[in-house]
């Protein structure tokens, strides 16, 4: 089983930056996620996110510090969202300005709780139809070579034919 992330103690640089040691990275070196890897990445992690954009959650003071150019955002004191079991993930720069982004286990979250219950019974239920289908499609191709020529091994074939091909329009 993989560690999963929990609240550690932000160690911001001088400018107020800083990314928790367990954070999500991309995969392939990649500078950003494929699409739904960073969702993933937090349902393995059983956390919920939130962002906060530095705008919208400082004083004036502390954006116009920002602005000036030096990219300092060490006086920004991001506050958690409502909730209990919040931690930061990371305090850093976008295209748009700082972020802080918000981790929550989701056993503090009853709704994100039972989506992801739903999710992995979605998914257990699926691997037990296509462990089942595979196992079907073995049994049918062992039945029809077992069958003598004729009329019989042509039905055999046939379900056969029609077992192995059911998953197939859905891409499995």
């Not at 999963?4 to 954070?23: K, S």
């Not at 954009?53 to 510090?65: L, P, V």
């Not at 998914?123 to 462990?131: Q, S, T, V, Y």
């Amino acid at each position: 089983m993989t560690k999963l992330i929990t609240a550690v103690e932000p160690q911001r640089d001088e400018n107020g930056y800083w990314t928790h040691p367990d954070y999500f990275v991309p995969a392939n070196g990649m500078e950003f996620g494929a699409p739904g890897e960073f969702e993933a990445w937090k349902d393995a992690n059983r956390v919920t996110g939130a962002l906060q954009w530095m705008e919208n959650h400082a004083t004036t003071e502390q954006i116009d510090a920002y602005g000036a150019g030096d990219g300092d955002i060490s006086q920004w004191n991001p506050t958690p969202p409502q909730g209990d079991g919040w931690f930061i993930a990371s305090i850093h720069d976008t295209e748009d300005g700082p972020v802080c982004y918000w981790l929550q286990p989701v056993e503090n979250d009853p709704d994100a709780l039972r989506n992801l219950i739903e999710k992995h019974h979605t998914e257990a239920l699926k691997r037990e139809f296509i462990d089942a289908h595979q196992a079907c499609e073995k049994a049918a191709y062992a039945y029809f070579c077992a069958c003598e020529l004729g009329e019989e091994r042509s039905n055999a074939g046939e379900i056969y034919q029609r077992i192995r091909l059911a998953t197939r329009r859905g891409g499995y």
